[in-house]
């Protein structure tokens, strides 16, 4: 609650949240202790779709009383196709796809807009150990384009759904995975 206070005090309300945080770790379930899995999966689903969802009812509180706003969380391929390396990660990027479509079925009638952006790998910093080890090329042969997202095109993305004019795009999960992943 205090984030979201210190938003509205600092910047003069709120019409957007962005909700990015994320946390990836490789959490097998063949090769993990029970206490090792469960402290894997407690702090992947606080991180990756409890905070998330403690943000956004903070900031559907004081939306709500202004009359709109526009919520956009990242999500991730992961949450189509699986993360076998890191089930909590798949897992939790799925249910805040499911949070998303949710939030966006029960607020437009508040004038609040809410969607979802799911990238393949992109060029960041939690990504870096992954891409330039052994299977740095496989990943991003995965695309037809040879290459994982920039910050800057999942960003475009992100914008275009806090923007006005995507209204009716309320509830939409844009794939922003240069073709690596497809889904029907």
Same mark, same amino acid.
């Given at each position: 609650?205090?984030?979201?206070?210190?938003?509205?005090?600092?910047?003069?309300?709120?019409?957007?949240?962005?909700?990015?945080a994320g946390i990836y770790d490789h959490?097998?379930?063949?090769?993990?202790?029970?206490?090792?899995?469960?402290?894997?999966?407690?702090?992947?689903?606080?991180?990756?779709?409890?905070?998330?969802?403690?943000?956004?009812?903070?900031?559907?509180?004081h939306m709500r009383a202004q009359g709109?706003?526009?919520?956009?969380?990242? @999500?991730?391929?992961?949450? /189509?196709?699986?993360?076998?390396?890191?089930?909590?990660? %798949? =897992? $939790?990027?799925?249910g805040l796809n499911a949070f998303s479509?949710?939030?966006?079925?029960?607020?437009?009638?508040?004038?609040?807009?809410?969607?979802?952006?799911?990238?393949?790998?992109?060029?960041?910093?939690?990504?870096?150990?992954?891409?330039?080890?052994?299977?740095?090329?496989?990943?991003?042969?995965?695309?037809?384009?040879?290459?994982?997202?920039?910050?800057?095109?999942?960003?475009?993305?992100?914008?275009?759904?806090? @923007?006005?004019?995507?209204? /009716?795009?309320?509830?939409?999960?844009?794939?922003?995975? %240069? =073709? $690596?992943?497809?889904?029907?």
């Open positions: 609650e205090y984030i979201v206070e210190q938003a509205i005090s600092g910047l003069g309300g709120l019409d957007i949240l962005i909700n990015n959490h097998p379930i063949d090769n993990l202790s029970y206490e090792a899995w469960q402290a894997a999966w407690s702090r992947t689903v606080q991180t990756n779709l409890i905070g998330p969802a403690n943000l956004a009812w903070c900031a559907v509180n709109g706003g526009r919520i956009v969380n990242v @999500s991730s391929r992961g949450a /189509f196709r699986g993360e076998p390396r890191s089930p909590a990660y %798949g =897992a $939790s990027k799925a479509q949710s939030l966006a079925q029960h607020l437009t009638p508040y004038g609040i807009f809410v969607g979802a952006v799911a990238p393949g790998f992109v060029d960041t910093d939690m990504a870096a150990e992954t891409l330039s080890g052994l299977e740095g090329d496989e990943i991003r042969n995965q695309s037809p384009l040879a290459r994982v997202a920039t910050p800057e095109e999942v960003a475009h993305a992100v914008l275009f759904l806090a @923007s006005d004019g995507a209204e /009716f795009s309320t509830g939409a999960i844009i794939d922003v995975n %240069g =073709a $690596s992943y497809l889904r029907s």
